[in-house]
């Protein structure tokens, strides 16, 4: 089940806190990169943060989440991070897929490590385009990939 979570509680930020760590551990991997800034994240962080989350839920359990900012027309998507666990199992599939049904006909972005093809493949399956490699660190790169509206 997804719904909108409430990462300002005390618990659901510590829930999101244990299920990013070990996923951007993976990412971190792919990029030869330690420096995401997710992987440092405290739970004070995350309950201040002004994105809206939303959560994969099974009995009542967090096994995903994808977090996201509107700004007019724009959905500029934060996070997509699924416990490494449960990798495979389409829960990142389902997150993006809701988000994008509850917000069709509007623009999305996101950026990921350049190196990090799962997360590239699963964009480019929904029609997301890459669009501007950007560098993070030296010699780190991420990318930028976006869908537009459809007219």
């Given at each position: 089940?997804?719904?909108?979570?409430?990462h300002r509680n005390e618990?659901?930020?510590?829930?999101?806190?244990?299920?990013?760590?070990?996923?951007?551990?993976?990412?971190?991997?792919?990029?030869?990169?330690?420096?995401i800034p997710q992987l440092?994240?405290?739970?004070?962080?995350?309950?201040?943060?002004?994105?809206?989350?939303?959560?994969?839920?099974?009995?009542?359990?967090?096994?995903?989440?994808?977090?996201?900012?509107?700004?007019?027309?724009?959905?500029?998507?934060?996070?997509?991070?699924?416990?490494?666990?449960?990798?495979?199992?389409?829960?990142?599939?389902?997150?993006?897929?809701?988000?994008?049904?509850?917000?069709?006909?509007?623009?999305?972005?996101?950026?990921?490590?350049?190196?990090?093809?799962?997360?590239?493949?699963?964009?480019?399956?929904?029609?997301?385009?890459?669009?501007?490699?950007?560098?993070?660190?030296?010699?780190?790169?991420?990318?930028?990939?976006?869908?537009?509206?459809?007219?």
């Open positions: 089940m997804i719904r909108k979570v409430n618990y659901t930020a510590k829930a999101i806190q244990r299920i990013q760590r070990p996923a951007y551990l993976v990412e971190a991997e792919l990029m030869g990169f330690e420096g440092k994240e405290s739970t004070i962080e995350i309950q201040n943060s002004g994105e809206t989350f939303l959560g994969y839920m099974e009995q009542e359990v967090l096994l995903g989440f994808i977090s996201y900012k509107k700004e007019n027309n724009i959905i500029d998507i934060y996070r997509l991070v699924v416990n490494p666990e449960h990798f495979r199992k389409g829960i990142g599939r389902k997150l993006l897929a809701y988000l994008m049904e509850e917000f069709e006909g509007m623009e999305f972005i996101i950026s990921t490590g350049k190196m990090n093809k799962p997360a590239k493949n699963l964009y480019t399956s929904f029609g997301f385009v890459e669009k501007e490699d950007f560098e993070v660190a030296p010699g780190v790169f991420c990318t930028t990939l976006k869908k537009e509206i459809q007219t």
